[in-house]
């Protein structure tokens, strides 16, 4: 049951925000818990969760590195918090 929380909450996450549902975004969290239990071959449900989430983390921090996301929403930035840059 435990472990159908993370994927039930970013379901009605994402609802709310994009006004879809996604099914294969909501079957992915079950399936790299199922993956994470072979490869560490523990019953720790605690351990399982942490360690998704933090290969969610590095994920898509990876992927946002990839895709300069940042550099894209680099205006959108100085003008919704009034931040400055230095230039390079």
């Given at each position: 049951?435990?472990l159908?929380?993370?994927?039930?909450?970013?379901?009605?996450?994402?609802?709310?925000?994009?006004?879809?549902?996604?099914?294969?975004?909501?079957?992915?969290?079950?399936?790299?818990?199922?993956f994470?239990?072979l490869?560490?071959?523990?019953?720790?449900?605690?351990?399982?969760?942490?360690?998704?989430?933090?290969?969610?983390?590095?994920?898509?921090?990876?992927?946002?590195?990839?895709?300069?996301?940042?550099?894209?929403?680099?205006?959108?930035?100085?003008?919704?918090?009034?931040?400055t840059?230095?230039?390079?």
């Amino acid at each position: 049951m435990i472990l159908l929380i993370t994927p039930l909450m970013g379901a009605i996450r994402n609802y709310t925000k994009y006004k879809k549902f996604q099914p294969l975004i909501f079957i992915r969290t079950p399936i790299l818990y199922f993956f994470i239990y072979l490869f560490f071959q523990t019953n720790n449900i605690w351990k399982i969760l942490i360690f998704e989430r933090w290969f969610m983390f590095i994920y898509k921090t990876c992927v946002s590195i990839y895709r300069k996301d940042y550099i894209r929403k680099k205006e959108k930035y100085q003008q919704k918090y009034g931040l400055t840059y230095k230039s390079n």
